[in-house]
């Protein structure tokens, strides 16, 4: 059973990241941001929410999917696009199970 919060909504971060003004409102303009908004009560786990997260997939070059703990370091893009290219395969797929955050 859900249960749901009497909590306030969470704040909207990507209409904030898309009002921030250039250059990161350009992307959103580009329709290069992508959103599926799913009610508390309508959710149905981490699994799914991946599944509908892929088909917001609109052919870009890489496609990653993260959640909200993740953690970057500086270069991190330039890394896994390095690692994307040395890859022994056309259609790589790189996976991990990150640390917490707590160290």
């Not at 149905?44 to 509908?52: D, E, I, N, W």
């Amino acid at each position: 059973r859900t249960e749901i919060s009497d909590a306030p909504p969470d704040v909207n971060g990507v209409a904030d990241f898309c009002n921030s003004g250039p250059p990161f409102s350009d992307y959103c303009a580009a329709g290069q941001v992508r959103l599926l908004t799913v009610r508390e009560e309508e959710a149905l786990g981490p699994c799914v929410a991946r599944y509908f997260a892929s088909k917001l997939w609109g052919g870009e070059e890489f496609f990653m999917q993260i959640d909200s703990h993740i953690w970057f370091v500086d270069g991190w893009d330039a890394q896994l696009v390095h690692a994307m290219r040395i890859a022994p395969s056309k259609k790589p797929v790189l996976s991990t199970y990150p640390p917490g955050s707590g160290g």
